[in-house]
């Protein structure tokens, strides 16, 4: 936003204020987490992933103690 | 895509406005609690997700207004289709109305307190002047966040307190109360002119509303 | 949000360009969730590294201050406690104009893990 688009302050702190709430709050439903330190994501963790990856190495686990 | 905006408990109707890329709101259900969706594109225009994350905000707080309890979701929860959908939000059902019983009647008020960089450092000649300073300056300012904190925690029906600034707090307020935590807010701002201090809301209770207990 | 937004400040006192100036970053935020570009993500980088210096150093001089007002530490420890802090915060005012980097800068909100300290 150039200097003369800009908001007067008050509304951008409001503006903030919902943006923050928006991307950072509110009920997730996929189970994916995102820390975010200095609003940098730092680890993104899809639970999916984790949970079909765990039923991977379990099969595979059987998989060779039955070879 | 669906696009969520949030659960809902009681909903009259659906707000008058357009979604995010200008989408109309829908309706589901999901037992009898509602759900507020748009059909998205996949392919967003590029530069056009300011656009849509504000549009989202200001359809949550509509929704606000026209439900007896309102869950905001998280912006980019979105979903191939409906059937998709639906089984991610059965799978929380019991989590949903535990949580739309939680902020039911109340409304979050944001409160932020800060102070210029400068104010907060502290200058001495030896190590020892250093760590006395520090421990004065953190004693004190540990006393004025308390002197804000503490009515308003008991005001709210919950809070979330975020280790950002000097203070930063989310209020679980009932609706009926939300005057008398401006009142004190705007008293505790008079007395210490030299912090800078913002108060805003009535929200919807976004920062209630995921699974994070508090 | 224009016209509506006199109806969510309900107090506002002091500088306000301390929290506005985070709404800048926040137009970062937009260009990353879809695809960040290198210089992005390495002002990000050196944005993330030095707010958990600055979380660690906070947490460090609490624990130091905390046991100083018990009296668990000697007139010595206190001294090189306080210098090495000293230090430290000159070190990281160095390091914050290097990446031209202001304290508004350096958050510490943990998002849906709430609060770290």
């Known amino acids: ?25 509110g009920v997730t439903l996929t189970g994916d987490i995102t820390l975010a330190v200095a609003d940098v994501d730092l680890v993104y963790v899809g639970l999916r992933v984790l949970l079909s990856s765990v039923g991977t190495l379990d099969r595979l686990r059987d998989e060779g103690a039955g070879a | 895509m669906i696009h969520v905006y949030a659960f809902a408990a009681g909903l009259q109707k659906l707000p008058a406005r357009a979604g995010v890329q200008d989408g109309r709101l829908e309706k589901r259900t999901i037992a009898e609690i509602s759900a507020v969706v748009s059909r998205a594109s996949a392919h967003p225009a590029p530069g ?98 308390t002197a804000l904190h503490g009515p308003l925690e008991r005001l709210a029906r919950d809070t979330v307190v975020s280790s950002s600034g000097i203070h930063t707090a989310a209020y679980l307020v009932p609706r009926a109360d939300v005057g008398a935590v401006q009142d004190h807010v705007e008293r505790f701002a008079s007395a210490h002119p030299e912090l800078t201090v913002i108060c805003t809301g009535p929200w919807a209770p976004y920062s209630f509303a995921g699974d994070e207990s508090s | 949000m224009s016209a509506r937004s006199a109806d969510k400040l309900l107090a506002a006192h002091g500088d306000l360009n301390l929290v506005a100036s985070r709404l800048d970053r926040l137009e970062d935020v937009f260009p990353r969730r879809v695809g960040a570009d290198p210089e992005t993500v390495e002002r990000g980088l050196a944005q993330l590294v030095l707010t958990l210096i600055e979380l660690l150093r906070q947490l460090m001089e609490r624990q130091a201050l905390r046991r100083m007002e018990q009296g668990t530490l000697t007139d010595e420890q206190i001294e090189r406690l306080g210098v090495t802090f000293m230090k430290l915060a000159d070190r990281m005012d160095e390091l914050k104009a290097q990446f031209g980097l202001r304290d508004e800068d ?12």
Request: glycine letters at 8%.
């Open chain 2, 48 to 145: 056009s997700q300011r656009d849509d994350v504000i549009a989202h905000g200001l359809v949550v707080e509509a929704l606000n207004e026209l439900a007896e309890a309102v869950l905001p979701v998280k912006f980019g929860e979105t979903f191939a289709d409906d059937e998709a959908f639906a089984v991610a939000a059965h799978e929380l059902l019991s989590d949903l109305r535990g949580r739309l019983d939680r902020v039911r009647g109340c409304v979050e008020i944001g409160v932020r307190v800060t102070a210029a960089a400068g104010d907060l450092d502290v200058t001495a000649s030896t190590g020892t002047g250093y760590m006395e300073a520090k421990l004065a300056s953190l004693t004190e300012q540990d006393a004025i966040v």
């Open chain 3, 106 to 117: 350096l958050n510490l909100n943990l998002g849906p893990l709430g609060d770290l300290l």
């Open chain 1, 1 to 25: 936003m150039s200097v003369l688009e800009r908001p007067p302050l008050q509304e951008q702190v409001t503006l903030l204020e919902l943006v923050d709430r928006v991307l950072n709050k």
